[in-house]
């Protein structure tokens, strides 16, 4: 079987970290997602596949060209304007027309390899048509949902569209096995929802293979965060740590609970680092430091004196200054941090948090929540970060600012400061 990745759309919900790459190259424990999808489908025998490409096209080809992995085959096709997922698949039609079945894999979903699995067995099984891979959530109005009858198969499919529009808690979770029919009935009817229609009452079976483990879909930055605990989890707990022999640890650094080090990261003393956590290649970490509770430091990240950083994702090549402050937070390729930077995760007495967009607030689903940093971003000694903020790319913070809205894309921010100077009136003069 050969399977078609959608990986085009533009992810406008992740900003600042979708500005310029794919949701499909956001870093994961230091791998992008593209990277657990292709493991996950090459561990299934899956080697033939097409990626339907658009925003940020170029990072993600450009990454998978560079590994280069001779057991699988790879095509493209661009889509040209981003016009959803139907017309995404659409894209694809001279790519798989003549394979009697595929199986569609969205790029915005933390695939494991038991989900690809789990999808073909119970399309088999159940000698379906078609199978959706389907996943019980607690706010449905989010997604696409499905009704499944007592046979097991499914009854209705509804797209998301808002709290009106649910059938069940049970979502789409992003794996799906086609017959080829879908391109004319795509073709035909428009959106999947009517296509799928037009299967069920033609009386053909369509199946429901239900994952019942912890799942993420990138649609949210905490999303993210939730995937790289998920694959933190996956990764250490119960499989011991990982040192790399290349890596420098000193003596008096202080190892609590699983860490993946990679090789020629350096550890300098004084440091704790309390797992479960991931550190990547090329990582420094300066003296008297603390790294904790699923915190992930991509490839050249570099940390410096008495820094701490708790449950956020740190991409590549990252610079953080001493005596700063992280927790649960994202920060964008290339960003630079300089020294004592408070980025803050709660409000006092843990107001609810909110994420604003263009027309609403959307409440943040936990107590606490960081910034959300963009590439290049440079951020000035001892500035201070509301949480739930997003910092746009390439801005340029001066030193000492309290940022409490977010910030534009190219923004250049700095402080505006009155010195007052008066004599005090309890002064004594000299006699």
Known sequence: MKALVLTAGVGNRLRPLTANRSKSMLMIAGKPVVQYIIDSLKENDIRDITIVVGHGKQELMDYIEQGGDEDIS??????????????????????????????????????????????L???????????????LVSNPEQFGTVKIGRNGMVERLVEKGGPDRYVSNYAVAGLTVFNREIFSLLSKHGTMERAIES????GKRVGAAVWEKEWAEFTWPWDILKANRIVMDRKLKGHGTFIAESAEI????VLEGPVFIDEGSIIRPGTTLHGPIYIGKGVYIGNN??????????????????????????????????????????VGADAVIEAGVQLWNWRPGNQP?????????????????????????????????????????NSVIAAGCIIDEDIPPDSDVRVQQNLSITKRSDSQSCE
Not at 199 to 202: L, P, R
Not at 250 to 253: A, T
Request: aromatic share 8%; with cysteine.
């Open 74 to 119: 790879i095509r493209y096709v661009h889509q040209l304007e981003q016009k959803g997922v139907e017309n995404a698949i659409l894209c694809a039609r001279d790519e798989l027309g003549d394979e009697e079945e595929f199986l569609a894999v969205h790029g915005d979903v933390l695939v494991e390899p038991e989900m690809v699995a789990r999808a």
């Open 121 to 135: 067995e119970n399309h088999e099984t159940q000698d379906a048509y078609m199978t959706y891979l389907v996943t």
């Open 199 to 202: 299967v069920i009452t033609g």
């Open 250 to 253: 000193h003596k008096n650094v």
């Open 289 to 330: 430091s603390l790294v904790r509770d699923y915190a992930s430091l991509c490839d050249n990240v570099h940390i410096g004196y008495a820094v701490e950083v708790r449950n956020s994702m740190v991409f590549e090549r990252v610079k953080i200054g001493r005596m700063t402050y992280l927790a649960d937070s994202l």
């Open 353 to 393: 948090l909110y994420l604003r967009e263009p027309e609403e607030k959307i409440r943040v689903p936990m107590s606490k929540f960081g910034a959300i940093i963009g590439d290049g971003v440079i951020i000035g000694v001892n500035t201070s970060i509301y949480p739930a903020t997003r910092i746009g790319e």
